[in-house]
């Protein structure tokens, strides 16, 4: 059985983890590409698959590319999009 620290560790890593795919989640349905950049750490892979396939590495360099990208574009417009 775990301790309780390691417990309570877990808890607060899963919740931290839940912070920042809202947080993300947020930012793509808005458009909002400086927070998306935010989000990222300098080592980050972030891959859409298909339809779309768009693959950024890096957090401010690369993500540049993703802002100017139509397909990701679409992707970002359509994320949340319910049909």
Do not use: W
Not at 6 to 20: C, F, G, T
Not at 37 to 64: N, Q, W, Y
């Amino acid at each position: 059985m775990l301790t309780i620290e390691k417990r309570l560790q877990h808890l607060e890593d899963e919740a931290a983890i839940r912070d920042l795919a809202a947080r993300f989640a947020d930012a793509a349905t808005r458009a909002h590409y400086e927070t998306i950049r935010s989000l990222f750490t300098p080592d980050a892979v972030f891959t859409i698959g298909e339809p779309f396939a768009v693959t950024c590495k890096g957090s401010m360099k690369s993500l540049h590319s993703f802002t100017t990208c139509e397909t990701a574009k679409t992707f970002s417009s359509n994320l949340f999009t319910v049909g």
